[in-house]
């Protein structure tokens, strides 16, 4: 369990090539990340995807993609904690990077979609219905 918290501490700092090394090394074991349902492997995996990832290099973006939707394809049950988090990019922040942001997600969705069409296209209309509800409104009032 302490060996979880040093991971989790030293990934919130990890960039670049550095962060593409443990992103590897998680898909390598991503079938472990499933296997063993506890507290501190969900911790983890919460952490993992809570990493900000979509404004770096197409290096880092690529092995996200990767892990994501190999770790959505061999545990289900991580699909709405990953789509949750993919769908917090779409609030915005530094507006020099948002396009970046917003089309390398959109790219992540679209993986999600291709290995898990039923269970993550609900979910993304599950977490925009509850993150975004101001569509509702008339377009004068947003």
Avoid: C
Avoid at 17 to 35: C, E, H, K, Y
């Amino acid at each position: 369990e302490g060996e979880v918290s040093l991971i989790i501490g030293l990934l919130e700092n990890v960039r670049g090539p550095s962060l593409v090394m443990w992103l590897d090394a998680f898909q390598a074991n991503i079938t472990v990340l499933g296997r063993h349902k506890s507290d501190v492997i969900d911790g983890l995996v919460m952490e993992l995807l809570k990493l900000k990832w979509a404004d770096q290099s197409q290096g880092v973006v690529r092995a996200y993609k990767s892990f994501i939707v190999n770790l959505v394809s061999a545990n289900t049950r991580y699909t709405r904690a990953a789509i949750k988090s993919l769908i917090g990019n779409f609030k915005g922040g530094a507006r020099e990077s948002d396009s970046d942001v917003f089309k390398n997600t959109h790219d992540v969705l679209k993986g999600l979609l291709s290995v898990s069409p039923v269970g993550a296209r609900d979910e993304i209309l599950e977490q925009i219905n509850l993150r975004f509800p101001f569509y509702k409104q008339a377009a004068y009032r947003q």
